[in-house]
């Protein structure tokens, strides 16, 4: 894997950089040649925002669903932290 994928002063963690990785290890190993690193770099931050978002609308719409014990919005927060999306 490229080291570039792993640049601390970027959007996202080195967890969010290491899943990102797996993902294109695992579906399109190719891509690690056929894109430059600008590219993997937008793309690995894409895929962060997307899945954090989506992981966050879910913790905070449980929150509606019983209110009385789930605080969704503390959790969809605490996610974008655990993957370091702003």
């Known amino acids: 894997m490229p080291s570039y994928c792993f640049d601390s002063g970027d959007m996202v963690n080195k967890r969010t950089a290491d899943l990102f990785a797996q993902a294109l290890d695992e579906a399109v190993p190719e891509t690690w040649t056929t894109l430059n690193p600008v590219q993997l770099m937008r793309l690995r931050d894409k895929f962060a925002e997307l899945i954090v978002e989506e992981?966050?609308?879910?913790?905070y719409n449980a929150y509606w669903d019983n209110p009385e014990t789930v605080r969704g919005i503390h959790i969809k927060e605490k996610i974008k932290q655990h993957f370091g999306v702003k």
């Open 55 to 59: 992981c966050g609308d879910v913790a």
